[in-house]
């Protein structure tokens, strides 16, 4: 299946720093997503992209769909402790929401 | 809000045991799947059905089987555990025909000794 490039593997940063991490992909997109997974728990979804060069926000996070459409960027600002998680990337293509691929994930590791 | 329930958090099976993960979803979603999930590689599908009796091998399907008797149920067979497939199973449901991302239940890790 398609590959999606996530980086960097893993992060570790100190509290109020921002951070950002990318995804990119040797196959375009119609639809970019970025998840948060908490320790122990499942991938809650963050932000949904659906238009190439989109920037959304949600809160502290920032996410954009590249012009491409073979890559997005999350950001956050002002990191907090409770940021610290597993981010995933993923991409979609049809509309019958089966067929979303996930990037490898970014460890976040925030420092107080 | 939609819930995906995964019966067990934690699991501890022999090996050749025959395991099931058990997956309810709450919000009459259409299709529904199973990852698995280990460090550095991701979430990686098993299998995923879109309607009931309806599956559809994924990337990794060797070893595991599924099934999906009622809508809102998707079960994850191993028909013979092997300390290989020791790992965090997630599943997820969707709505189909749009892009609204998945929802994913809460996972069950499984360790095959």
């Known amino acids: 299946g398609q590959q999606l490039n996530q980086s960097p593997q893993s992060m570790f940063i100190q509290e109020g720093e921002d951070v950002s991490m990318n995804c990119t992909s040797s196959?375009?997109?119609?639809?970019w997503l970025w998840y948060k997974q908490d320790p122990g728990e499942g991938p809650v979804l963050l932000i949904a992209?659906?238009?190439?060069?989109e920037l959304t926000s949600n809160g502290r996070l920032t996410a954009q769909f590249g012009i491409t459409r073979k890559d997005s960027f999350l950001n956050i600002s002002a990191s907090i402790p409770s940021d610290v998680g597993i981010y995933f990337c993923?991409?979609?293509?049809?509309?019958?929401?089966?067929?979303?691929?996930f990037g490898a994930g970014t460890r976040l590791t925030v420092k107080p | 809000d939609v819930k995906v329930t995964q019966s067990s958090r934690y699991l501890v099976k022999r090996t050749g045991e025959k395991v099931f993960l058990e997956c309810v979803q709450d919000?009459?979603?259409?299709?529904m799947f199973w990852y698995r999930q280990d460090p550095g590689l991701g979430l990686r599908l098993i299998y995923f059905?879109?309607?009931?009796?309806?599956?559809e091998k994924g990337d990794i399907p060797e070893g595991y089987s599924v099934s999906r008797e009622k809508k809102e149920r998707f079960s994850l067979i191993l028909e013979s555990a092997s300390t290989n497939q020791t790992s965090m199973y997630l599943c997820?449901?969707?709505?189909?025909?749009?892009?609204?991302?998945?929802?994913f239940g809460s996972g069950t890790r499984l360790t095959v000794v």
């Open positions: 997820a449901s969707s709505i189909a025909v749009t892009n609204y991302g998945y929802t």
């Open positions: 196959s375009i997109f119609n639809t």
């Open positions: 993923a991409g979609q293509n049809s509309n019958n929401n089966n067929d979303m691929r």
């Open positions: 992209l659906y238009k190439a060069g």
């Open positions: 919000m009459d979603h259409e299709n």
């Open positions: 059905s879109y309607d009931v009796k309806m599956k």
